[in-house]
């Protein structure tokens, strides 16, 4: 059982390791760890709306592929001269930049972008859907079909997207040249930052009654409207936080991977989230970052040595995560009483008093 | 506004594809009253409650509470005009702990923007500490509602009503589940709540009905089928043919 000293302790120690890391780490792995932090976004946003909310989002890819793709318009448009075109454009024939390209040469409209791009999307769809009172299994299907359409839409304009290999090749970002030593440690710090900043703000807004009301809501909206409450704010709100923090995720990650593109975005992405999240602990936003990490290192090893067998493996420890710890990883570790879902509740808690007298 | 009618059902139908759950019923309740209802199985009660509360639309006829006509109101926006609902099946915050769920029963700024703050947080906390007391759960008081017993969760219900401070308290089958001993503790907590607010209770177990002591009201296929003391009730052989008789 874990108490609060150990836990500030570990967390302590874990974050110092974080920030010393471009002294541990070779190049390779820093920039693997830099890009898995900025999945952790994604993650604890889901963390918030499935955890937390009860809102099972399938379409998570969508906000990581506007903030992505936002950033690395202004990386393209970055240095290019007045009149001239990114190259990809000039090879499928554009002549002219389209409108909704211009704005984003200004890095300021840049940063505003990815972050009031998804949070005007988000809050409009999910205000749009809960007020209709569409939720559960329908509301993640269409989620996961808005990814589908997404992807496709990008695949299908070459000429202003980048198509299916979507937008890379761009080395500078605001005068800084982007393959230099101190530059790809400064955004690896900047990441880390996000995610502590990101962290402990969900950690206060969790703990606010607007945390309480959301897992209400999940518990039980009719309960809580007939407690005269309005469910559908609490539930656009997470929403929109969660796409906020998935857009700040996807424009992190672009900086890091040097790419992004549809295969980012889709609806395979939008369900590894997921996954990520029900490894870690979906209820725990410490299991969001912990999930994202272990999972994408572990993809990075198995796919490179047995590319075939990830998404069997993958898979396996999602069935492993549903069924047999339902409370994931960080769940197993915690000793708080928490309501266990009765489905496979029992057959979890007699493998765990088995484990105890043993 | 007067007395008498703080809560009237005017000749109220609903219709279910054609079945009528409701046929044609008014029913008047007087503010600090205690009102019992009575039926068979399927005889409309729930249903009743469901309309009053929002959670069923009617087909005809109209429900006024203070002389305000609820009927198409939105569900939380009736709770606002102090209307509250408990339902047949316990329908706790799991996720919460029992002080919690009374607490966030009591806050009355109900405004999503506001729960960011901790503004009337120290009012409802109060209250639900209140509460708690009441309805004697006092020793469960941080343990996870999910966790509760069937009857325990039952209290809760009540009391998370209660901590709304609505003027008008719905019950639907409060004891359901509950053995003797439970039942007449859940009355006596009934019984306090009256005058402060009226209440409105559904309940079979005859033995219950009678330790609350309320304006009995039977309810048949829908329609109101007599009103009146419980022993005005006992004695009526229309009743007893189509509900006590059968549960003798
Ligand atoms: N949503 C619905 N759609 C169709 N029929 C319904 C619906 N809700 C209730 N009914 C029917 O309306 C009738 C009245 O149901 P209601 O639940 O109000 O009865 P009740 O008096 O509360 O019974 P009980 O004592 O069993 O709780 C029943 O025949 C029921 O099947
Ligand atoms: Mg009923």
């Not at chain 1, 302790?9 to 110092?16: F, P, Q, R, T, Y």
């Not at chain 1, 424009?251 to 992405?269: E, I, K, Q």
């Not at chain 2, 209250?127 to 006092?138: D, F, M, S, T, W």
């Given at each position: 059982?874990?108490?609060?000293?150990?836990?500030?302790?570990?967390?302590?120690?874990?974050?110092?390791?974080?920030?010393?890391?471009?002294?541990?780490?070779?190049?390779?792995?820093?920039?693997?760890?830099?890009?898995?932090?900025?999945?952790s976004l994604s993650a604890m946003g889901l963390v918030l709306l499935w955890g937390e909310g009860g809102i099972l989002s399938l379409g998570q890819g969508v906000f990581f592929?506007l903030g992505?793709?936002?950033?690395?318009?202004?990386?393209?448009?970055?240095?290019?001269?007045?009149?001239?075109?990114?190259?990809?454009?000039?090879?499928?024939?554009?002549?002219?930049?389209?409108?909704?390209?211009?704005?984003?040469?200004?890095?300021?409209?840049?940063?505003?972008?990815?972050l009031l791009v998804p949070a005007a999307i988000g809050a409009g769809f999910s205000w749009l859907m809960f007020r209709r009172r569409i939720g559960g299994v329908y509301f993640a299907?269409i989620t996961q079909?808005l990814a589908?359409?997404?992807?496709?839409?990008?695949?299908?304009?070459?000429?202003?997207?980048?198509?299916?290999?979507?937008?890379?090749?761009?080395?500078?970002?605001?005068?800084?040249?982007?393959?230099?030593?101190?530059?790809?440690?400064?955004?690896?710090?900047?990441?880390?930052?996000?995610?502590?900043t990101a962290y402990f703000a969900l950690r206060w807004l969790l703990s606010s009654r607007f945390g309480k009301l959301l897992r209400a809501s999940r518990d039980g909206s009719n309960r809580l409207r007939?407690l005269?409450y309005d469910p559908t704010p609490y539930k656009v709100v997470a929403f929109s936080v969660a796409a906020v923090l998935t857009g700040v995720s996807g424009?992190?990650?672009?900086?890091?991977?040097?790419?992004?593109?549809?295969?980012?975005?889709?609806?395979?992405?939008s369900?590894?989230m997921v996954?990520w999240v029900a490894?870690g602990g979906r209820t725990y936003l410490v299991g969001g970052i912990?999930g994202a990490?272990?999972?994408?290192?572990?993809?990075?090893?198995?796919?490179?040595?047995?590319?075939?067998?990830?998404?069997?493996?993958?898979?396996?420890?999602?069935?492993?995560?549903?069924?047999?710890?339902?409370?994931?990883?960080?769940?197993?570790?915690?000793?708080?009483?928490?309501?266990?879902?009765?489905?496979?509740?029992?057959?979890?808690?007699?493998?765990?008093?088995?484990?105890?007298?043993? | 506004?007067?007395?008498?009618?703080?809560?009237?059902?005017?000749?109220?139908?609903?219709?279910?594809?054609?079945?009528?759950?409701?046929?044609?019923?008014?029913?008047?309740?007087?503010?600090?009253?205690?009102?019992?209802?009575?039926?068979?199985?399927?005889?409309?009660?729930?249903?009743?409650?469901?309309?009053?509360?929002?959670?069923?639309?009617?087909?005809?006829?109209?429900?006024?509470?203070?002389?305000?006509?609820?009927?198409?109101?939105?569900?939380h926006?009736?709770?606002?005009?102090?209307?509250?609902?408990?339902?047949?099946?316990?329908?706790?915050l799991i996720g919460l702990?029992?002080?919690d769920?009374?607490?966030i029963?009591?806050m009355?700024?109900r405004r999503w923007w506001r729960s960011f703050t901790?503004?009337?947080?120290?009012?409802?906390?109060?209250?639900?500490?209140?509460?708690?007391?009441?309805?004697?759960?006092?020793?469960?008081?941080?343990?996870?509602?999910?966790?509760?017993?069937?009857?325990?969760?039952?209290?809760?219900?009540?009391?998370?009503?209660?901590?709304?401070?609505?003027?008008?308290?719905?019950?639907?089958?409060?004891?359901?589940?509950?053995?003797?001993?439970?039942?007449?503790?859940?009355?006596?907590?009934?019984?306090?709540?009256?005058?402060?607010?009226?209440?409105?209770?559904?309940?079979?177990?005859?033995?219950?009905?009678?330790?609350?002591?309320?304006?009995?009201?039977?309810?048949?296929?829908?329609?109101?089928?007599?009103?009146?003391?419980?022993?005005?009730?006992?004695?009526?052989?229309?009743?007893?043919?189509?509900?006590?008789?059968?549960?003798?």
């Open positions: 059982m874990l108490n609060l000293p150990f836990k500030t302790i570990g967390g302590g120690a874990a974050l110092l390791l974080a920030i010393l890391a471009p002294w541990l780490l070779s190049a390779y792995d820093l920039n693997l760890l830099g890009r898995f932090l900025a999945l592929g992505g793709y936002l950033l690395a318009m202004h990386l393209k448009l970055d240095g290019l001269g007045a009149g001239e075109l990114p190259d990809f454009m000039t090879w499928s024939g554009v002549t002219a930049l389209p409108w909704w390209w211009a704005p984003f040469r200004n890095p300021l409209v840049t940063i505003l972008g990815v299907l079909a589908l359409v997404f992807a496709t839409l990008l695949i299908s304009q070459q000429g202003t997207t980048g198509g299916f290999n979507g937008l890379t090749d761009y080395h500078n970002l605001m005068g800084l040249n982007l393959n230099d030593e101190g530059v790809t440690r400064g955004i690896y710090w900047l990441t880390l930052a996000l995610v502590a007939f005269g424009a992190m990650f672009t900086l890091h991977a040097g790419v992004v593109s549809p295969a980012l975005v889709g609806v395979v992405p369900i590894e996954i490894i912990v990490l272990l999972v994408n290192f572990a993809k990075d090893k198995i796919s490179t040595a047995l590319p075939e067998l990830w998404l069997y493996a993958l898979g396996l420890l999602f069935i492993l995560a549903v069924t047999a710890f339902p409370r994931g990883i960080v769940g197993e570790f915690e000793g708080e009483r928490r309501f266990k879902p009765a489905r496979l509740g029992d057959m979890f808690a007699r493998w765990r008093a088995g484990r105890a007298t043993s | 506004m007067s007395e008498a009618a703080m809560l009237r059902l005017e000749q109220v139908t609903v219709d279910f594809d054609g079945f009528k759950a409701i046929n044609d019923l008014s029913l008047t309740i007087p503010s600090g009253s205690m009102t019992v209802v009575i039926g068979p199985n399927g005889a409309g009660k729930s249903t009743m409650c469901d309309t009053i509360i929002g959670r069923v639309r009617p087909t005809a006829g109209r429900v006024l509470f203070h002389g305000e006509e609820i009927q198409r109101l939105a569900e926006r009736i709770v606002g005009r102090g209307i509250c609902r408990k339902f047949q099946t316990p329908g706790v702990s029992v002080i769920n009374l607490a029963a009591a009355r700024d901790r503004a009337g947080e120290e009012e409802a906390r109060a209250k639900a500490e209140a509460v708690l007391e009441q309805v004697g759960l006092a020793d469960r008081r941080d343990a996870l509602a999910g966790n509760l017993s069937h009857g325990e969760k039952q209290w809760l219900e009540i009391g998370m009503v209660v901590a709304t401070d609505a003027e008008l308290l719905l019950l639907d089958e409060p004891t359901a589940g509950m053995g003797a001993a439970e039942s007449s503790q859940t009355a006596q907590i009934i019984r306090t709540l009256v005058g402060r607010h009226a209440v409105l209770v559904i309940d079979h177990d005859i033995d219950f009905v009678s330790q609350l002591e309320g304006h009995v009201v039977v309810l048949h296929q829908g329609a109101l089928l007599r009103e009146g003391t419980l022993d005005e009730i006992r004695r009526d052989e229309e009743v007893a043919a189509i509900y006590l008789g059968r549960a003798k």
